[in-house]
């Protein structure tokens, strides 16, 4: 099938080389709770800056500055380093309450050529507007198919798939109602849906659950942030059930410091473990379930403020893979022919 992009339709041949997950703009500040930071005078309008980066290497929330991928220009320039690399396709992560914009994708899909496929749906419960609340399953299913066929937000721009669809730390029932709305949305549409899973958490299994247990065919099902801390048992029972896991925190190396560490916050593996566990599934079979990003989510991991950018995957870590041994066709399956199949369907 054919999916939209924000400047259009295209299909299976004009997606090339796919990142799943990242964000072109995105306002996490949501998120931001204030706090004293060492040497900040105040954490809440500090600006990243060259002498920050090694607090935010040890937490990333500390400046609410990080946060903000909200600069069009720096942004548009920001994922030109993707095209450059050789990329395609971006798939955009952002939704209502994190900073989703279509007039904003679509122009800096028109000025960089790229591909960029919008989402629709719901992150997280905190970020869920009032009204989500009362609806039923069917109403909030209906706000996501006027977005992939009608427009978002009084526009003709059209998403392109579902997601991410926000499961926190502590799964809550708003979560649950509107990953049943997605199920329903994707049944009359035939779109891909990719869930944003706390990362500390195994919740990945449930919210697969409710998915296949809505009648959504595996196959339309991403489970997103499986290589925070590369959970070997709970990856296998996602893949047993044949969905894709996808690998999208290439880039994000923390050591989180153990005064904000929680049960929802925790440390992140470095990219040569993810790469280790990457070869491990593909040598188990895995191949074609799994699906690759750098999920791009701070100012600090823009190349502006010396980060490795959204380019990242395509030069720094397919040379990774390669040398431990992941074949140049197996990485075209995974930047190539899976992302082609989540999206429009195997073979079409
Ligand atoms: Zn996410």
């Known amino acids: 099938m054919k999916i939209n992009s924000v400047t259009g339709e295209i299909g299976r041949n004009d997606l090339g080389v796919v990142t799943t997950h990242e964000h072109v703009l995105l306002d996490l500040t949501a998120f931001y709770e204030h706090k004293e930071v060492e040497g900040v005078i105040d954490a ?4 990243v800056e060259m002498w920050n980066l090694g607090i935010l290497s040890r937490d990333c929330y500390a400046l609410k500055d990080n946060l903000l991928l909200t600069d069009e220009e720096t942004q548009l320039k920001e994922i030109e380093y993707f095209k450059k690399a050789g990329g395609n396709t971006v798939v955009d992560a952002s939704l209502p309450g994190i900073g989703r ?3 904003a994708l679509k122009r800096i899909a028109k000025k960089t050529g790229l591909n960029i496929v919008m989402g629709t749906g719901f992150y997280v419960g905190a970020t869920h507007p009032e009204a989500l609340s009362t609806m039923t399953d069917e109403e909030v299913a209906q706000i996501m198919v006027n977005e992939l066929t009608v427009g978002v937000d009084g526009t003709d721009i059209k998403a392109g798939y579902i997601g991410e669809i926000g499961i926190s730390e502590i799964f809550d029932d708003k979560e649950r109602k509107v990953l049943r709305a997605s199920a329903i949305a994707q049944r009359k549409t035939g779109v891909a849906i990719n869930v944003h899973i706390n990362p500390w958490t195994t919740n990945g299994i449930e919210a697969m659950e409710i998915l296949l247990n809505s ?9 997103s942030h499986i290589d925070v801390e590369n959970n070997y048992d709970y990856v296998l029972t996602l893949l047993k059930r044949g969905v ?3 690998f999208d925190n290439f880039g994000k190396e923390y050591y989180i410091k153990r005064e904000v560490r929680n049960s929802g ?6 990219d040569t473990e993810r790469v280790t566990f990457l070869k491990r599934l593909i040598d188990e079979g895995y191949l074609n379930q799994i ?3 750098c ?3 701070l100012k600090n991991l823009l190349h502006t403020y010396g980060g490795w950018g959204y380019d990242h995957l395509l030069k720094n870590v397919v040379p990774m893979m390669e040398d431990k041994g992941i074949t140049k066709e197996q990485i075209e399956t995974l930047l190539i022919k899976n992302p082609a199949d989540w999206l429009t369907g195997k073979g079409e």
């Open 244 to 246: 894709y896991v996808e």
């Open 101 to 103: 914009d279509p007039k």
């Open 265 to 270: 916050y925790g440390l992140f593996v470095r």
């Open 215 to 223: 009648g959504v065919k595996p196959e339309k099902i991403c489970i």
């Open 291 to 293: 699906l690759l990003s």
């Open 295 to 297: 999920d791009v989510c």
């Open 44 to 47: 809440s309008t500090q600006k």
